[in-house]
């Protein structure tokens, strides 16, 4: 879409035509079902989270270890291949604060996709209007951008603020159940470069 804007006329008298008209009439069209699509993704995506808050959550994130599946229940059981690893009170206490933290950033991660692909139908529908109006193609990647980083940087900036919370609880529990330490993968890196992804707290969108 940005390609063939950079291909229209400034002049906003001409109006596109032949194959380019052609092409923005079914872009329209497209953006259309586009929509609808979205909207049956954000039913599925509301009920894959509630169906998540009452599903195990798989604690192998890092296929590279190749470690035991390991799993926490809703209950705060850890599982290891199956098999119930006995916990005391305080122990099991730790677990489900650590499934707590971990069901929120995942939450907010699974909101952000589905945000990200919303912004990607809205930068289109952007594009097709900027062109309709003979702007340069520059001037709707700008917009474009700019319009994904103030829908999608707040976004990130609240799943980042969660990091820290979710590394405390990993610490604790891994120094309280030895059996949790293998997984235990996250470091202060990970917090230390969420929302810093070139270097300098700004985002490139």
Same mark, same amino acid.
């Given at each position: 879409?940005?390609? +063939?804007?950079?291909?229209?006329?400034?002049?906003?008298?001409?109006?596109?035509? $032949?194959?380019? @008209?052609?092409?923005?009439?079914?872009?329209?069209?497209?953006? /259309?079902?586009?929509? %609808?699509?979205?909207?049956?993704? *954000?039913?599925?995506?509301?009920?894959?989270? =509630?169906?998540?808050? +009452? &599903?195990?959550?798989? !604690?192998? *994130? =890092?296929?590279?270890?190749?470690?035991?599946?390991?799993?926490?229940?809703?209950?705060?059981?850890? !599982?290891?291949?199956?098999? *119930?690893?006995?916990?005391?009170?305080?122990?099991?206490?730790?677990?489900? &604060?650590?499934?707590? #933290? !971990?069901?929120?950033?995942? /939450?907010?991660?699974?909101?952000? $996709? !589905? #945000?990200?692909?919303?912004? /990607?139908?809205?930068?289109?529908?952007?594009? +097709?209007?900027?062109?309709?109006?003979?702007?340069?193609?520059? =001037?709707?990647?700008?917009?474009?951008? #700019? %319009?994904?980083?103030?829908?999608?940087?707040?976004?990130?900036? %609240?799943?980042?603020?969660?990091?820290?919370?979710?590394?405390?609880?990993?610490?604790?529990?891994?120094?309280?159940?030895? #059996?949790?330490?293998?997984? @235990?993968?996250?470091?202060?890196?990970?917090?230390?470069?969420?929302? =810093?992804?070139?270097?300098? $707290?700004?985002?490139?969108?």
């Amino acid at each position: 879409m940005l390609a +063939l804007a950079a291909c229209q006329p400034a002049d906003s008298s001409k109006t596109p035509a $032949g194959v380019a @008209a052609k092409a923005m009439d079914e872009a329209a069209n497209s953006l /259309g079902d586009a929509s %609808q699509e979205m909207e049956k993704a *954000r039913q599925e995506i509301a009920t894959a989270r =509630d169906k998540l808050a +009452l &599903a195990n959550l798989s !604690l192998n *994130r =890092d296929t590279t270890q190749h470690l035991a599946k390991a799993e926490i229940t809703p209950a705060g059981d850890l !599982l290891i291949e199956g098999k *119930r690893i006995a916990t005391t009170p305080e122990q099991k206490a730790l677990v489900l &604060a650590y499934r707590h #933290e !971990l069901l929120g950033v995942v /939450g907010d991660g699974m909101a952000i $996709g !589905l #945000e990200g692909a919303r912004v /990607g139908i809205d930068a289109a529908a952007t594009a +097709l209007k900027g062109m309709l109006s003979g702007q340069s193609g520059d =001037d709707i990647g700008k917009q474009a951008g #700019e %319009q994904a980083k103030a829908k999608l940087k707040p976004m990130v900036a %609240q799943l980042c603020t969660r990091l820290p919370g979710l590394l405390t609880a990993q610490q604790a529990l891994s120094a309280a159940l030895p #059996e949790f330490a293998p997984y @235990a993968t996250m470091d202060q890196s990970d917090v230390d470069d969420c929302g =810093d992804a070139n270097g300098d $707290g700004n985002w490139t969108f």
